[in-house]
T-cell receptor, first 110, second 115 residues
Framework: ELKVEQNPLFLSMQEGKNYTIYCNYSTTSDRLYWYRQDPGKSLESLFV?????AVKQEGRLMASLDTKARLSTLHITAAVHDLSATYFC??????????FGAGTILRVKS | DTEVTQTPKHLVMGMTNKKSLKCEQH?????MYWYKQKAKKPPELMFVYSYEKLSINESVPSRFSPECPNSSLLNLHLHALQPEDSALYLCASSPGGGGRNTEAFFGQGTRLTVV
């Protein structure tokens, strides 16, 4: 059974600082997704990572995938308040469904 | 059209009521999903439809009954719910098919309160 672990679960950051969220998973998969969720809202797709070594960047966020280590990272550069949200990684299980991590609550303080 | 549309946005129902949640997508996606999300938790998969057939039921109680009338529509029929079923119900779709594309596009959700 595929298990997905995210850490940290809560991250309080100062504006302008850098940090990384980690997503580890337990079985082989080559498809991983990052989503953002604002309070009371639905999930918004951020990144689709489809192969080993994939790196995607959008603004202050950069995601990468290492399928051999079963690890994805979401790196935040020079955080701003607008990035405050909950971030989920989700891993494809046999092309049938996504298994979600517990989520990382990010709070950026000015 | 890259949207998944859910109705209603909010629903309050009594424990003896019967209600339905509706979901629609026009992206030609072949897989559709129902998720339940409690506060501060990740989405929890309930059902998966692939090519309009139920392919995964994650041991969901029978008081939740899914239906896929056609490739664009997904319903979730609710009957005799309990207060602990109060949650955000999310519908999602993904391209699916032979390419195994599971990138899920989520609707805005239905906030359900059972009283």
């Amino acid at each position: 059974e595929l298990k997905v672990e995210q850490n940290p679960l809560f991250l309080s950051m100062q504006e302008g600082k850098n940090y990384t969220i980690y997503c580890n998973y337990s079985t082989t998969s080559d498809r991983l997704y990052w989503y953002r969720q604002d309070p009371g809202k639905s999930l918004e797709s951020l990144f689709v990572l489809l192969s080993n070594g994939a790196v995607k960047q959008e603004g202050r966020l950069m995601a990468s995938l290492d399928t051999k280590a079963r690890l994805s990272t979401l790196h935040i550069t020079a955080a701003v308040h607008d990035l405050s949200a909950t971030y989920f990684c989700a891993v494809d299980e046999y092309g049938n469904k996504l298994v979600f991590g517990a989520g990382t609550i990010l709070r950026v303080k000015s | 059209d890259t949207e998944v549309t859910q109705t209603p946005k909010h629903l309050v129902m009594g424990m003896t009521n019967k209600k339905s949640l509706k979901c629609e997508q026009h992206m030609g996606h072949r897989a559709m999903y129902w998720y339940k999300q409690k506060a501060k938790k990740p989405p929890e998969l309930m059902f998966v439809y692939s090519y309009e057939k139920l392919s995964i039921n994650e041991s969901v109680p029978s008081r939740f009954s899914p239906e896929c009338p056609n490739s664009s529509l997904l319903n979730l029929h609710l009957h005799a719910l309990q207060p602990e079923d109060s949650a955000l119900y999310l519908c999602a779709s993904s391209p699916g098919g032979g390419g195994r594309n599971t990138e899920a596009f989520f609707g805005q959700g239905t906030r359900l309160t059972v009283v």
